[in-house]
């Protein structure tokens, strides 16, 4: 990575894994000028994981669309958008426990949610079911 400041090369001089994020932290130095900055390495959900659908076709995963359907399955929570992001959480490290395989289907990871969502709150996961039986 190049310094954000003069486009000089950098070096890593400290580096820290984020436990609850599994982002890696890294503080970078300018060997040019000497200035100090951070980035952050995250992982790439949807070029790293596949969903296989129903249909046989496969598409990137991605985590939006799993939070927006269980977003919608907590409307009726006034709390739901933090619940939704914690629980969305939740089932993308089931779903990345589940598989050590690149292609994920899209029943599992079904399976995965209603089981989360039905632990925290069962109306949800009845809401979330009818969510995907629509589609
Ligand atoms: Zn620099």
Not at 22 to 29: E, L
Not at 60 to 81: A, C, G, V
Not at 117 to 126: E, I, K, M, W, Y
Request: charged share 25%; hydrophobic share 35%; glycine share 4%.
């Amino acid at each position: 990575m190049n310094c954000i400041y003069c486009g000089g090369k950098t070096h890593v001089f400290n580096s820290r894994l984020q436990n609850r994020s599994n982002n890696i932290w890294r503080r970078r130095r300018c060997d040019e000028c000497e200035a100090n900055f951070t980035s952050i390495e995250k992982l790439d959900l949807g070029s790293s994981i596949s969903v296989l659908k129903s249909d046989g076709s496969l598409e990137p995963f991605s985590s939006d669309k799993l939070l927006i359907s269980i977003d919608d399955s907590l409307r009726h929570r006034k709390s739901h958008i933090s619940d939704a992001t914690a629980l969305t959480k939740t089932i993308i490290d089931h779903i990345l426990g589940a598989s050590s395989d690149a292609v994920v289907a899209a029943s599992t990871i079904q399976d995965i949610s209603t089981k989360i969502l039905n632990r925290f709150d069962n109306v949800a996961s009845v809401h979330y079911k009818a969510y995907y039986s629509k589609s």
